[in-house]
């Protein structure tokens, strides 16, 4: 195989020889980065302080943007139909506003009520 990135048998190959870590079939950090958003958010409501649900809205912040991460990687290593990457980008991107605006909305009401 030539110098550069490739998949073979769910493998990831890097620079020619097969990852020495482990082999990754190439949605797996998707995968998980897709169950973490919507169980952060989960954990997050079910906390009893703002504070907490704001922690866990951020974090979940933080999966989206690995999730997008991932999609523009499998983009550029050839992984994947381009539709469906595109069509999973574009929802990474709404709920990335989504949360975005619910981080401003709960930090305003938060600094609102240290104000009092």
Same mark, same amino acid.
């Given at each position: +195989? !030539?110098?550069g990135y490739g998949v073979g048998e769910g493998r990831l190959f890097v620079d020619g020889a097969v990852s020495s870590r482990r082999a990754v079939r190439p949605n797996e950090p998707t995968e998980k980065?897709?169950?973490?958003?919507p169980?952060?958010?989960a954990e997050g409501k079910g906390? &009893?302080?703002t504070g907490? #649900?704001?922690q866990f809205l951020g974090i979940a912040r933080g999966s989206v943007l690995e999730v997008q991460? /991932?999609?523009? #990687? !499998?983009? +550029? &290593?050839?992984f994947g139909d381009r539709i469906d990457i595109a069509e =999973? /980008? =574009?929802i990474a991107s $709404? $709920?990335?506003k989504i949360l975005n605006a619910s981080l401003v909305t709960l930090r305003a009401k938060l600094a609102a009520r240290k104000q009092r």
């Open positions: +195989m !030539a110098k980065g897709c169950r973490s958003i169980s952060n958010i906390r &009893l302080t907490e #649900l704001i991460t /991932q999609l523009e #990687l !499998a983009t +550029m &290593l050839g =999973a /980008q =574009a $709404e $709920e990335l």
